[in-house]
């Protein structure tokens, strides 16, 4: 891999970032400038703003045949670095629609900002090529997102969520931290695709990058909540604010697995064959802690975040499987996550905002009361369940197709045990939406249009992806061979 | 240009099912009638697809090909021959009947017909693939609709267990056939989904014994193979009448079908060497399963036990792996679809009156309902195997393929009949003959017209093959033959 | 006339079927109009078989007016017909029976309509049988016949219906059990149903049946043998043949009239058939190996019938356990000519089927006539039970007269048509079973003893008081329902020749 020396087509890879930045401090300042309601137009400013660098970056920013290292090595400009950037502006345009009208930051410039920011992290963590640039890009993205969980500041629960937020994430932050600070020790370098030579070169023992590996390892699993780090997501999911949940469980956890899926790769070779086993495992009891304990909750924001966490399982299935396809359907995989969990906390977030509860008791009578939200409802949680045609069938068919290619037969068994375990529950909370009765059937749920233009989109692309896989497949099969 | 019937026939329902529900949910008659539209265009195209295939020139007809994730060999490809064109039309005829009895359902028919036709959208799907992908595809899509139409229309006491039973159920043995599925794939180096890339391609002995298991049992649980039959009884009484006619008269044909196409087609040596584990299951099925009827006191557990047993019948002729057993399982799945469809609708009418379906409490309703006693009669006689009616057509050749297998087997299973026979002239005498109960007497109103369409459709389709049967059994022969070429057997 | 003489069986065997289609149109309340058109109905296929019998030429060898017809080509049945001397007498019998049973169900009130139907569909299913010449549509016919007499029995029958139909039905399908697993055996071994192709390969097919994964074959001589075991047991069930007939005192009781008349009349003679049709022909080695068992058998049947009989206090049980004993002497000139084929004796195993053969007919006649006459009185008595009856005679002479002609034809007196078969009977056996023919003649005895016992106790004696004023007498509608039966009795009595002819020639072409 060549550096690129600097020219100025080169600002052109960081135009996404460039542009986020610029983003952010517009929405500060229209937030100064104006006075009164300002909640639907900094979020439609916000939205339409991503919107717009989506289409630059499509237009501009698309990387060339060969994938090249810029900015004296701290990045590297390549498909699968692009393929997430759109999605996390995807999923940040998104949220940003859904913050509309919510109690305590709709109205709030900082809320918007803070927003933007993260994505900015997120963008330069999933381009990352050099530790010290991957470590800030992570806490460029994590501590906004510490503080848009703890947005509501009379609400204890966000509060709470805030801080354990921050606590869990400052912990395993250092953890990998320290991880990385040996990886540098040992081999006197901190660009990624240097590493792995040098260690090499340097005869470091197995046991040690091994340990190095787990340590770096710690920090990932946080991020994408594998076990055993993913405690914090339900208490997190829980008392952040919907939307910041929303794109925590989605954007956040897609740069994660970005992360994880360029560093694993490039940095331990050596030891593939150890950590694709730890991973299998982790992945294994992922799936398996993750639906379990999903199945006794109430309160459907934390089942959310236990199906959020089994998910993330499932998609570590096709790490574990170490080709080219088994990357490509990670990729796949998160690309139908996010649009059908968006979709699913994008009722959430309506059905709170008229009915004033997540309890999914509640939920009963909803396809009386609102039968196209109890629609995309459905929609959502049976392509979360992985049921065709919808986007997740596919996913989980690429991600176990990738397993059994590569031989790993029993976590393909294991894989689809949990499905069942997850349509079980999936279904349930469909049983009360369409089977059960309630007095509020009579009293509607407003749906503005910001939120069914969400909807909308979401739906589509949950049938799209669904139906007509071919595109995204090439896309993500484009990407996860810049990795290879 | 050819007009792609196969396609039109596969998502006509999906597309009336979708456009259903942008009707208002008060607009009742519009609604039935809409749906009643789509089911009959898709009898009409079904019924084309069966009498238009050429039994001359054989192999697959109708076909459709176009490109789907060309990464991964996957395309959509659709085709009939002779063993899935009966079935094409047996799922068209079940879903018209099943509308026309559905006329009196009150509460949210538009969502009732909506998930009703995703559901038959996904069946017809199945039958016509040629992609295992699409295959997996669309018999998913077959499963899911069935909790809602269960748990939400279903009998109150049950539906909510009975659902959510029949889709774990039925969605763990798809999984499993999907990784067999995948492993398939994977070994053939074909690169291709397609169903015929993956027929030629010469997977070892010992894979083929090892994938097989999971593959056709997988598939074999939405048959009702014994031990994991037990979500079907429950799910047929739990679900509302047109549905309880999908699922026994269509769903499980798409198990046994699919258990054929995938499992028997694409790994002939696996089958072989599993022929008699599936041979003893299936037996214990047919035989098992009378007794298990014999002693039901719900008139509707009967009908729901006596379909596990028929069911084994299809398992046993696929299992005999020779030309008579599976022409005759070819023709048992499209009688007892029908049969068993006819069996529903009778139970439907009889308790949307009584409300009742306890054979002691019922009695007396021939006088009351004669229309509806003779089909009920006429689908006794099919289940009894009586010559004369499609039962006969079908048990006899599979009876034939069995002694040339298992003779043990063939006698067995005959014993079954002798079960039948008692169990069912003891429903008939109870339940329509003898005394009327006091409560019932003056209170039974008349079934409409839909009704009697439906059972006259039914009954009629089963005496024609009974004294005509050259009018189905040449066409399920050719497919058979076409399964044999692949299994190399007997 | 062409096309009658090309298709004049499948003409005669679906007229009732159509007939039966006709009826269903008619409304339910036009009770008159419905019976009278049944009866009209069920004459065509009688005319037609008075046709079949006058241009049948017998002597010739084979089988005549044959149809065939693709049926289940997959699985090599097809749809083949044709008789010999054999069926055509039964034909005649079935088409003369149908009529008179329709014509004495006159005091049926309920369900008419479907009764009616149910009757023809059962005509049809018997003439299938006799009819056929491919195993497969034997069998159909076979089972065709069974449904239509289970209602007959449940639904229009005495006290005890439920249970006897109910028994019926398994026993019969019990039996027919062995017989479809018997002919799939067959078909899969031959690869063909039909009967003459069969008949054809059968003494030299030596290839084995291949059991699928199992390294041993069964020998085809285990398949003959089981089939012919299996066709043994289908075929004495509906004879019936001791110890198999215990089913028969039920069901003839239970049903109605003219159930009984055609249950006694024709179906017993199913089981008689079979045997002549299927078993003896094609096994003859395993036939005459085990004649000596069936012939003890039917003694037992002839004997034990008869004391059986002698011991009833119900009318209508008497007279079905004479149809044990009379059925006996067919079973017993079959076992006969088992046993003598090919061999010294065949002459006398000409005689003894020509015996067997013309019993099933007369047997038929005197069977139908009896029950039919125990219908005249029950209709008026409204009791079977032969202590409540008595003194009849003088209230009812021409009743009386026609019940002592009937008994008396029943019990074989000379001039009269039972003399005649079992003459034949007992003279074919003589040389062949000589003990077992002796220990018939017990039962002839015996018969003599509880026919009188009937006539006695119905006709003579003292009167009971319940009966005063009644109108006992048989009808006008009645006596023309009784006249065909009495007259053939009579005929065959005197001038057998015209039936035995038609039989003998077949039957020394078939077993001589």
Known sequence: MSIASFEPTTLLSVLPEILLLALAAIILVVDLASKRSRGLLLAWLTALGLTGIIIITLLYGQPGENDVLIFGGMLRHDWMAFAFKILFLFAAAMTALLSIDVEGVADRGEYYALLVVATLGMSLMVSSADMIMLFLAIETTSIPLYVLAGFMKGDDKSTESGLKYFLFGALTSAVMLYGFSLLYGFSGDTNIYRLSEAMHAGAVSTWLIGGMAVLVLVGFSFKISAAPFQFWAPDVYEGAPTPITTFISTASKAAGFAVLLRFMLAVFPAIEAEWVTLLAIIAAVTMTVGNLLAIPQTNIKRLLAYSSIAHAGYALIGLVALSSFGTASVIFYLIGYVVTNIAAFGVVILFARSAGSDEIVDYAGLSRRSPGLALVLLVALLSLGGMPPLAGFVAKFYVFAAAVESGWIWLAFVGVLNAIIGLYYYMTILKVVYLYRSEDEDKPIAIPRSYALVLVICVIAILAIGTLSAPWLDWSIKSALSLF | MEVPILSIVVFTPIVFGIALFFFPAERHREIRIFALAGATVALLLSLWAYFTYDQVIGGYQLVERYSWVPRLGISYHVGVDGMNAPLVLLTGIVMFTGVLVSWGIDDRPREFFGFLFILATGVFGVFVSLDLFQLFFFYEIAVFPMYLLIAIWGWKVTREYAAMKLTLYLFIGSLIAIVGGLAMYFASGAHSFSLFALEQASFSVEFQRFWFPFVFFGFAVLGGIFPVHNWSPDGHVAAPTAVSMFHAGVLMKVGAFAALRVGIMLLPEGAKFWAPLVLGLATVNVVYGAFIASIQTDFKYVIGFSSVSHMGLVILGFATLNLDGITGAGIQMFSHGVMTALFFAVVGMVYDRAHTREIPKLGGFFKAMPLVGIAFIIGGLVSMGMPGFSGFIAEFPIFMGLWQSQPIVAILAAISIVITAGYIMRVIGRVFFGEMPEEFIGNITPINNFDKIALVILSGVLLLIGVYPTIIAPLVESGARAVLALVGGA | ?512
């Open chain 3, 1 to 512: 006339m062409a096309f009658l003489q090309a298709h004049l069986l499948t003409l005669i065997l679906f007229s009732p079927v159509a007939g039966a289609v006709l009826l269903l149109l008619i409304p339910r309340e036009r009770l008159q109009t419905i019976r009278w058109a049944a009866l009209l109905v069920s004459l065509i296929p009688f005319g037609l078989a008075l046709w079949l019998w006058f241009t049948y030429q017998p002597g010739v060898e084979g089988y005549q007016f044959v149809e065939q017809a693709i049926w289940y080509e997959a699985i090599g049945s097809s749809y083949h017909l044709g008789v010999d001397g054999i069926s055509v007498p039964m034909v005649m019998l079935t088409t003369l029976l149908t009529p008179l049973a329709i014509l004495i169900s006159w005091s049926i009130e309920e369900n008419v309509r479907s009764y009616m139907a149910l009757f023809l569909l059962l005509e049809t299913g018997m003439l299938g049988v006799f009819m056929s010449l491919d195993l497969l549509i034997f069998f159909v016919f076979w089972e065709i016949g069974l449904i239509p007499m289970y209602f007959l029995i449940n639904q229009w029958g005495s006290e005890n219906r439920e249970y006897a139909s109910f028994k019926f039905l398994i026993y019969t399908m019990a039996g027919s059990l062995g017989l479809l697993l018997a002919i799939q055996m067959i078909g899969v071994a031959s690869g063909t149903f039909d009967l003459i192709a069969i008949t054809e390969q059968w003494p030299t097919l030596n290839q084995s049946l291949t059991l699928f994964g199992l390294p041993i074959t069964l020998a085809i001589g285990t398949v003959k043998k089981i089939a012919f075991w299996a066709f043994v047991v289908a075929f004495a069930i509906k004879v019936p043949v001791w110890p198999f007939h215990t089913w028969l005192p039920d069901a003839h009781t239970e049903a109605p009239t003219a159930g009984s008349m055609i249950l006694a009349g024709v179906l017993l003679k199913l089981g008689a058939y079979g045997f002549l049709r299927l078993v003896l022909p094609l096994y003859p080695v395993e036939a005459k190996y085990f004649a000596g068992v069936l012939g003890f058998l039917a003694v037992l049947a002839i004997v034990l019938g008869a004391f059986a009989s002698w011991g009833q206090d119900d009318f209508k049980r008497l007279v079905a356990y004479s149809s044990v004993n009379h059925m006996g002497f067919v079973v017993l000139g079959i076992a006969a000519a088992a046993f003598a084929q090919g061999t010294m004796q065949a002459d006398d195993a000409v005689i003894a089927i020509n015996g067997a053969v013309l019993q099933m007919f007369n047997h038929g006649l005197s069977a139908a006539g009896m029950f039919l006459l125990v219908g005249v009185i029950y209709d008026r008595a409204h009791t079977r039970d032969l202590n409540k009856l008595g003194g009849l005679f003088p209230v009812a002479p021409i009743y009386g007269g026609i019940l002592i002609f009937t008994a008396m034809a029943s019990l074989g007196l000379p001039g009269l048509n039972g003399f005649v078969s079992e003459f034949l009977v007992v003279r074919g056996s003589w040389p062949i079973f000589t003990l077992y023919t002796a220990l018939s003649m017990l039962g002839l005895l015996i018969t003599g003893a509880y026919i009188l016992k009937g006539i006695a106790k119905v006709l003579h004696g003292p009167l009971n008081e319940k009966f005063l004023g009644q109108k006992m007498e048989i009808n006008r509608r009645e006596i023309i329902a009784m006249a065909p039966l009495m007259l053939l009795m009579l005929l065959i009595g005197v001038w057998p020749a015209w039936i035995l002819n038609v039989i003998n020639q077949t039957v020394k072409l078939l077993f001589g």
